[in-house]
């Protein structure tokens, strides 16, 4: 049951030299799993394959951030990012992932695909105090408007700092 879980200040590292892989089909749900992603997120194989990849998501990612996500790969277009995850104990477990779609001989997106490593702490840090920001801003504006303001407010710091969101993400 979605939301059913409580999220706790227990953070899981990954390791140096681990990959968490997992696909999905067209609509985010879950067709593979490494064994890594089953470790971390602490459900068993059986429970992940066919359910949503929002299984694994914590209320600390703002909405904008999957919305940006999403928008990228359904065009074809690859999306780097931190993401903070929730394993089925509550716990918590970053990483940095790179999002692809999957495509079969046509050239047609037939799912997507993500490999994510440890993130460097200092992005971490980083990235945090941004996810902060973009969810107040998503509560302020109610949930109709929540991932365009949001997004807003992300475009506003890249502005500031004259970076795109690219060059954000791999400068940090
Ligand atoms: C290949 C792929 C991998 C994904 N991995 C994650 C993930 O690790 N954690 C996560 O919260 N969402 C992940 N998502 C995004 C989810 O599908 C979903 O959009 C997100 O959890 C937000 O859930 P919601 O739309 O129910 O709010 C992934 C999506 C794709 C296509």
Redesign the pocket.
């Known amino acids: 049951m979605k939301n059913a879980i409580t999220p706790t200040q227990h953070e899981k590292m990954m390791r140096e030299n681990d990959f968490i892989v997992?696909?999905?089909d067209l609509t985010?749900r879950i067709t593979y799993g490494n064994e890594i992603f089953i470790e971390f997120s602490g459900y068993t194989e059986q429970e992940l394959i066919g359910a949503?990849?929002?299984i694994?998501?914590?209320p600390d990612?703002p909405?904008g951030v999957?919305k940006f996500?999403?928008d990228s790969?359904a065009t074809g277009k690859e999306v780097f990012a931190y993401?903070k995850?929730m394993a089925k104990d509550g716990s918590f477990y970053w990483?940095f992932?790179n999002?692809t779609p999957d495509y079969d001989s046509n050239g047609n997106i037939v799912g997507?695909?993500?490999v994510r490593r440890s993130p460097k702490r200092s992005a971490v840090a980083t990235i945090e105090t941004v996810y902060r920001l973009m969810i107040a801003a998503e509560q302020s504006a109610g949930p109709k408007d929540a991932c365009n303001a949001s997004l807003a407010l992300l475009g506003k710091i890249l502005e500031e700092k004259g970076l795109s969101y690219e060059e954000l993400i791999l400068a940090i």
Do not use: E
């Open positions: 997992s696909k999905t985010g949503q990849h929002n694994i998501r914590h990612m909405r999957f996500l999403w790969i993401v995850n990483v992932a999002v997507y695909f993500s």
